[in-house]
């Protein structure tokens, strides 16, 4: 392809929304072959990206193999320093993600991988200090506590919620990384990723945000100012509860960081993991939609129960965070927390138990609505002190929306209910 012709298709590319980008990005097809691949038996391409299975590849000639693995030229030669079908899946996360041209995205193996990564990339040596929103999941905090803080990496907690708490600490402390998550699970805080970003620029600071809830669907970090974004994609951008598989995503210098990391520690994703992944994506915008405008109904109808003495959606008027939520997200999520009138663990078990359609299960994201227990299931590493400061109850359910018709949603819920 000459440049002229390269200019063309990245100014075209810029014209396309995201629900195109989510189904044609990445596809290895005319005009984007491997590279190093043959045409066999005439001029032809697969609508579907191969799922590539090799660990390793090889070339023409020693002399080109050597380029490549020089990386003078482009391709493939053992499967930990890229995979064509990881790559077809980078391409399409990238023009999600990163719309501007202003980072690229990588894929890894899981979304605690992905977290690793990037607090690696961001430098945490002996005698760092990493802020964290208190409202991040609890597997992040352990991941700090008991592989980072032994390093002698000084962890230290700021509200997400307040803008003051994270600056006065900035200051104070002198934070090599920031990370907070874009909504907190489970209570469903909205963070001010812009405000953040501002801050930590202003200090030198690395702005780490997880964006497993909102997707680029909803936010893009990047956008905004953050110098790291991490995805579980096992959740929202896979979005059928087959795979296990992480996002990081970041523009220079941290961006070749991460590639290095992930070359040299090894957690890179399985190709037939990333041709799920890219299957996933096509419909992330039909499923985050639907996601959304379910969640929107489950909360109005749980507000109006007498077993539920409180729901969180950032949708429901009076919510703290409206005026960022309109600012920062272009919809109002698909998760639903209450905290039940009982907020007894036996209770909350009773309820679960009664469930018919929706799915009892320790995750989110899928296509399937689930409950989930999150004191006993994201937040059960915690010791019960921290959760009860953290607002994470005994009697608190969360609610990942599917993409069930809503009323079969709510009618499962209201029978649950109507039982304790």
């Known amino acids: 392809m000459n440049e002229a012709n390269g200019t063309q298709q990245r100014r075209h590319t810029e014209k396309r ?80 993600e990163c719309p501007s041209g202003n980072g690229r995205a990588l894929a890894v193996s899981s979304g605690m991988s992905a977290i690793h990564a990037a607090l690696t990339a961001a430098e945490l040596t002996s005698g760092s200090t990493v802020l964290v929103a208190e409202q991040v999941y609890g597997s992040t905090i352990t991941l700090l506590l008991q592989v980072f803080a032994p390093m002698d990496v000084q962890v230290r907690f700021f509200d997400a919620t307040d803008l003051g708490d994270l600056e006065k600490k900035v200051i104070s402390l002198g934070p090599r990384a920031v990370v907070v998550e874009t909504i907190s699970n489970p209570l469903l805080r909205v963070a001010d990723i812009p405000a953040m970003a501002r801050i930590t620029e202003a200090h030198g600071a690395a702005l780490i945000v997880d964006n497993t809830f909102g997707t680029p669907y909803l936010q893009r970090p990047l956008e905004f100012g953050a110098d790291i974004v991490v995805h579980s994609a096992t959740k929202y951008i896979a979005g059928h509860g087959d795979l296990t598989a992480g996002v990081v995503a970041a523009a220079a210098p941290y961006d070749a960081a991460l590639e290095q990391i992930r070359k040299t520690v090894g957690y890179v994703m399985d190709p037939f993991g990333a041709w799920l992944t ?143």
């Open 278 to 420: 890219l299957r996933g994506l096509k419909t992330l915008p039909l499923r985050m939609s639907r996601q959304c405008e379910n969640a929107r109904k489950v909360a109005g109808v749980l507000l109006e129960h007498p077993a539920v003495a409180a729901v969180n959606h950032p949708s429901l008027a009076g919510h703290p965070d409206g005026e960022i939520t309109a600012r920062v997200l272009s919809d109002t999520g698909g998760l639903v927390s209450f905290e039940l009138s009982d907020g007894a663990r036996g209770t909350a078990f009773r309820f679960l138990n009664a469930l018919e359609l929706c799915v009892r299960a320790p995750s989110l994201g899928d296509i399937y609505t689930i409950a989930t227990h999150p004191a006993t299931a994201s937040h059960r590493e915690l010791p019960p002190s921290r959760r009860e400061k953290l607002g994470v109850t005994e009697g608190l359910i969360r609610l990942s929306t599917g993409i069930e018709h809503h009323a079969d949603i709510t009618g499962d819920l209201t029978r649950a209910l109507d039982a304790l």
């Open 17 to 96: 929304h995201f629900d195109t980008l989510a189904v044609h990005g990445g596809e290895l097809r005319a005009g984007a072959k491997v590279p190093g691949e043959k045409g066999r038996g005439g001029d032809f391409y697969p609508m579907s990206t191969p799922i590539h299975a090799s660990t390793t590849f090889s070339h023409s000639d020693a002399e080109t193999a050597d380029r490549v693995l020089g990386g003078e030229e482009p391709g493939f030669g053992y499967a930990r320093w890229g995979n064509p079908t990881v790559v077809a899946l980078e391409g399409a996360l990238t023009e999600l």
